[in-house]
């Protein structure tokens, strides 16, 4: 038999497949091997292949399409409703061989090596920051119990740190003392390491043409234009501006019915790594209005008149986001409009 799709569901050591033929009917269910995944699909002839978007989708979407299958990547979200009944492995490979045979379903571009390398960057470098704070926190709170405070901000944490280093904070038990030293060496420690990822991160904005182009925009400083050029590429999964924003969750939340329109607040549904770093960088351009208001942009300064900072900020994360597709999807940087 001739299969034509094939549903298939990851898993660490143990995967499972589903094929069909052109007719509808199951050529085959069943579970493979790690090591026998690549081995099967070379037995087979080129077909559609779907996979759900999720850890290793994308090394697997890239090794498929190497024996010259045709790989269609899902959101998870989307292919539950295709779940019949109960939780399986073979049930769920079913599912996705169902969904990714729909004709207005969303697929997800397979990333390259490249663009995974520089997203592993940007996820350590986020980890080490929330290592950083907890750090923070944990050395705030056990000098507080010695009626110690520490002043707000991370130059201030870092002072003190080397401060407890340098044995200059006495009239504490030499315990209490032997704690907070360790956990001030190790906050110092991240604070450094967090300053290699931040260098190496602007090398790589300076080597992508993408990011450079991303950066001709008002707002959008290396991190943000690395992090949205490894994400998404040149934007071409996406048919327009307003799609992307969607995808990033900066649109509101539709519960309109019966003919009356109820929008809510932003659907957050999305990446929320980038979007919170295009809501900081819009909170910049707010604040530019009260600093320096002959910079502002005037369709945001006309906002902010009639909303709130808040809700403004998250407008022109919103605006920014459909800038961003244009300026990929275009290959070109930025340009105003004349006032």
């Known amino acids: 038999m001739q299969v034509t799709t094939v549903g298939l569901d990851l898993a660490k050591n143990i995967f499972h497949v589903h094929g069909v033929t052109e007719g509808g009917e199951v050529a085959f269910n069943r579970p493979l091997r790690r090591a026998q995944v690549l081995a099967f699909f070379e037995r087979l002839s080129p077909c559609l292949i ?55 379903m969303r697929f997800v571009e397979i990333k390259s090596q490249n663009q995974q390398a520089l997203l592993s960057l940007h996820r350590a470098r ?64 991240l604070h450094n390491r967090l300053g290699w990822y931040e260098i190496t991160m602007r090398i790589q904005a300076r080597l992508s043409r993408q990011a450079q182009l991303l950066q001709t925009i008002p707002g959008v400083g290396p991190v943000t234009a690395s992090a949205v050029a490894a994400m998404i590429g040149a934007g071409h999964q996406f048919r327009s501006g307003r799609e992307f924003a969607a995808w990033l969750g900066l649109t509101p939340r539709n519960h309109s019915s019966g003919g009356k329109e109820r929008l809510g607040k932003i659907t957050k549904m999305g990446d929320r790594y980038l979007r919170q770093l295009i809501v900081v960088g819009m909170t ?11 910079r502002a942009d005037p369709w945001l300064t006309k906002l902010l008149q009639r909303k709130p900072a808040r809700l403004a900020t998250v407008a022109m994360a919103n605006k920014t986001a459909r800038i961003m597709w244009a300026v990929l999807t275009r290959d070109e940087p930025y340009k105003p409009h004349a006032a």
């Open 126 to 189: 986020d980890f080490v920051v929330r290592q950083r704070t907890q750090r923070i926190n944990m050395l705030r709170s056990l000098a507080a119990e010695f009626g110690i405070t520490i002043a707000r901000g991370v130059a201030r944490a870092i002072d003190f740190a080397k401060g407890i280093i340098d044995d200059k904070q006495s009239g504490l038990p030499e315990l209490a003392q032997d704690v907070l030293r360790v956990l001030s060496r190790q906050l110092v420690d």
């Open 284 to 294: 910049s351009r707010v604040r530019q209005v009260s600093n320096h208001p002959e």
């Open 50 to 104: 779907g996979v759900e978007a999720c850890a290793s989708s994308h090394h697997w979407g890239r090794e498929l399409s190497k024996l010259g299958h045709t790989v269609r990547l899902m959101p998870p979200m989307y292919v539950k409703p295709y779940v019949k009944r109960g939780k399986s492995d073979a049930v769920d490979a079913e599912a996705i061989c169902e969904a990714v045979t729909r004709p207005t």
